[in-house]
């Protein structure tokens, strides 16, 4: 288990990888997200053990790179004839996690011909990932206003995604668990109890602001999603013993700061 920077994704764009690296190193963490496409024109251009060295020089994990795969646009499968490549390379610095999130909502497909729309997609990427001994994290969506609009509602809960997880049926695919999707899916925190390790590729863990309103439901609601991040945090604990597999990233939108204590 490490703490890991996810720069974009607290509003700090537009860094090179030895930049987030030495970000990363002068603010404590253990770990970076990072673009494996970049990685890899560092690569092809002065070699991998440039690029590995960059991490080691700095005492910095290459943590999780996101999915390199447009999997739900037209060009997905020309993504895929490069992911064996990535994922060597991912793997030969010393990750071997990838992450992506999925929509919680279609505009065209209900649920279980989406549902099979998305095994058909996953499932090819999963057993490249597989292959070459990577997992993959799905993110499930928890926030009722991003599918109340929309005509089918799709996956936006824990036991929805693990069940996609196992139905992919390559045995490398698990949850990205994000504690304010878990907060706003509705999904019972008692369930934790019946994760392992193996279900868990990547943990969000959550901080929030102080509530906008003074009001008695504000504060409650605040305390109630402190609450789940703080079991969650008690999970990551008690999965520590395969902390080889899986790390805490610190991500967030500017709204809510992900935090790891």
């Given at each position: 288990m490490f703490k890991n920077l996810n720069a974009?994704?607290?509003g700090i764009r537009n860094l090179s990888l030895p930049e987030t690296i030495a970000l990363a190193q002068a603010t404590g963490f253990d770990g970076i997200d990072f673009d494996i496409r970049e990685a890899a024109?560092?690569?092809d251009a002065h070699g991998v053990d440039y690029v590995r060295d960059l991490f080691a020089q700095a005492g910095v994990r290459a943590g999780l790179w996101g999915l390199p795969v447009a999997w739900n646009q037209d060009r997905w499968q020309e993504d895929l004839a490069e992911l064996p490549r990535l994922a060597a390379l991912g793997v030969?610095?010393?990750c071997s996690r990838t992450a992506t999130w999925c929509p919680?909502?279609?505009d065209s497909r209900a649920f279980d011909e989406n549902y099979q729309w998305h095994i058909e997609r996953y499932r090819p990427i999963a057993a490249i990932l597989r292959d070459h001994g990577c997992r993959l994290g799905i993110e499930f969506l928890g926030p009722r206003h991003l599918w109340a609009s929309h005509p089918h509602r799709f996956i936006t809960s824990m036991g929805e995604m693990l069940k996609l997880a196992r139905d992919i049926g390559t045995?490398?695919?698990g949850l990205l668990?994000?504690?304010y999707h878990l907060y706003t899916s509705g999904d019972e925190i008692d369930a934790l109890d019946a994760l392992t390790a193996a279900d868990v590729v990547v943990v969000h863990i959550n901080g929030c602001r102080p509530p906008m309103s003074s009001s008695s439901t504000?504060?409650?609601r605040q305390r109630a999603f402190r609450a789940r991040s703080r079991r969650i945090w008690c999970a990551v604990c008690r999965w520590r013993p395969a902390s080889s597999i899986w790390s805490v990233?610190?991500?967030?939108s500017p709204r809510w700061v992900m935090t790891a204590p």
């Open positions: 974009g994704a607290i024109a560092l690569a030969a610095l010393g919680s909502w279609s045995g490398n695919v668990l994000d504690a504000s504060t409650m990233s610190c991500a967030s």
